[in-house]
């Protein structure tokens, strides 16, 4: 490990070979976290370049399980977000795809800090579980084209360890680092189809769009030279996605949008995602076939109906997706008025996120438990004009004191000016396999 960290300082590629040694010595505890950390750090002096990117993606997701989706008929598919507020797209993207006939097998994660998470989510429904036998899974997915499974302790333990490290070493923020990360996760759950939400933005891990269009080139080569179907999409991250924020509030809004009255941002998104799963699939020629493909599927009730069946086959109570209305209610319902009139300039995403943290609704560490009825809805968008005095967002509480700590907040979050605005535009790039493998530049860095 000494010569191997001698080489990447020096600024040379490592082999295959040294690689895995490092990724699965480092695993089984042999190399030390200082050896690591040192490592780490001259990565992000010196790069990885594509080669050493693959070869750590693909070291790392051989160090745990792999899970074999090869007894599941057809092309899987599975989409990934980066992590936003008010991210409820995997809750009506899944069953929209499974309605219309592509295997989703998916493994999903739980919220952490601010961003929210599938599993959390899908927990709204009494009696829901995400801790599927293999069997269960796919025995799922080949009758009904759906199962939703928490990620399993051994998928990609290098990945775990070396994240923990990075975490506390500065070594975060490298982007071949991060792609390997995300991707060995990735390419360890087994599907054929993978599509990236990459986030940019305020409420985003790359806040910076340039970074976000490099992670999403770089994330997607990886995976296409691995062999998988691929496409990314950036998107914008602000202001939260959609109106709700909060676990039960996002799971109405999930299953409004599934009756065809989801918000128009969040929809852009699904629709987005879903273009390029279906494309890439051979279901749709082009976007415009796909979306109108999606669009008929939400207004024949297919989709919801699948929601219903997917929500059932995993032990939930299925009445839910019928009616919402019987979703738990917070105690508190606190309006937040306009302090100014004009035009939202913009809403803060991550303080959004981080109210509803502190209302209860997200954890502060992987063990804190959460309080799914919390949450912010957002009655106004950026863009929007308000009165002095109009409720531009509704604070759902069950501690009074959490509720007004949280109104101030969002009202600090909302920024409200003369100037009449359009907000971003929702989709920023969209990036395929054909664009990156033609880009001759082979150091990441
Ligand atoms: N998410 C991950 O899974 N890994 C990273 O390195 C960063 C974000």
Same mark, same amino acid.
């Given at each position: ?26 695993? @089984? ?36 399980? &792999? ?5 599941? $008929? ?5 989409? $990934? ?10 809750? =009506?993207?899944?069953?929209? %795809? ?15 800090? $601010? ?8 927990? &709204? ?15 799922? =997915? @080949? ?64 806040? /910076? ?19 998988? !179907? ?80 997917? =929500? ?66 957002? @009655?106004?968008?950026?863009? /929007? ?24 907040? %969002?009202? !600090?979050?909302? &920024? ?12 920023? $790039? ?5 664009? =990156? ?9």
């Amino acid at each position: 490990m000494y010569d191997l960290i001698a080489k990447k300082k020096e600024g040379l590629e490592l082999s295959t070979e040294e690689i895995r040694f490092m990724v699965l010595e480092y695993t @089984n505890g042999t190399i030390p976290d200082y050896q690591m950390s040192a490592m780490t750090m001259a990565i992000c002096f010196q790069g990885l370049n594509k080669k050493e990117t693959l070869d750590l993606t693909l070291a790392m997701r051989d160090s745990g399980d &792999c899970l074999d989706l090869s007894r599941i $008929h057809g092309l899987k598919a599975d989409k $990934h977000s980066t992590g936003g507020v008010g991210d409820k797209t995997s809750l =009506v993207l899944a069953p929209l %795809i499974a309605a219309l006939g592509i295997p989703v097998a998916k493994m999903s994660g739980r919220g952490l800090g $601010h961003t929210g998470g599938t599993i959390d989510k899908l927990e &709204c429904f009494p009696g829901f579980s995400t801790d599927l036998s293999e069997e269960r899974f796919t025995r799922n =997915v @080949n009758r009904i084209k759906i199962a939703i499974a928490g990620q399993t302790a051994n998928l990609a333990p290098a990945d775990k360890k070396l994240y923990a490290l990075r975490d506390v070493t500065a070594t975060v923020d490298q982007m071949s680092l991060i792609a390997s990360s995300i991707m060995s996760k990735k390419l360890a759950s087994g599907s054929d189809i993978i599509v990236l939400d990459v986030k940019t933005g305020l409420g985003a891990f790359m806040k /910076d769009p340039a970074d976000a269009k490099k992670l999403a080139e770089i994330m997607v080569e990886i995976g296409t030279m691995a062999g998988k !179907k691929m496409s990314a999409v950036i998107t914008d991250m602000n202001q939260p996605l959609g109106n709700a924020v909060g676990n039960i509030l996002e799971v109405i809004e999930a299953i409004e949008s599934l009756s065809g009255r989801g918000p128009k941002d969040f929809m852009e998104v699904v629709y987005a995602l879903g273009s390029r799963i279906l494309m890439l699939a051979g279901d749709a020629a082009d976007e415009a076939e796909a979306v109108f493909k999606m669009k008929q599927c939400i207004a024949s009730g297919a989709a919801k109906e699948k929601l219903a069946e997917f =929500v059932e086959a995993q032990g939930g109570d299925p009445s839910y997706v019928w009616n919402p209305e019987k979703f738990q209610k917070a105690d508190y319902v606190i309006e937040v008025p306009a302090q100014n009139e004009g035009y939202i300039q913009k809403i803060d995403a991550q303080a959004v996120g981080t109210a509803c943290m502190m209302l209860g609704g997200g954890r502060e560490t992987k063990e804190s438990g959460i309080d799914l009825s919390v949450g912010i809805y957002l @009655n106004k968008k950026t863009g /929007d004009y308000t009165k002095k005095g109009e409720t531009t967002a509704v604070v759902h509480a069950n501690e009074k004191q959490k509720g007004e700590a949280a109104l101030a907040a %969002i009202q !600090k979050a909302f &920024c409200i000016g003369r100037e009449k605005i359009q907000p971003n535009d929702m989709i920023q $790039h969209t990036i395929d396999s054909a664009s =990156v493998m033609n880009n001759a530049n082979s150091f990441y860095i």
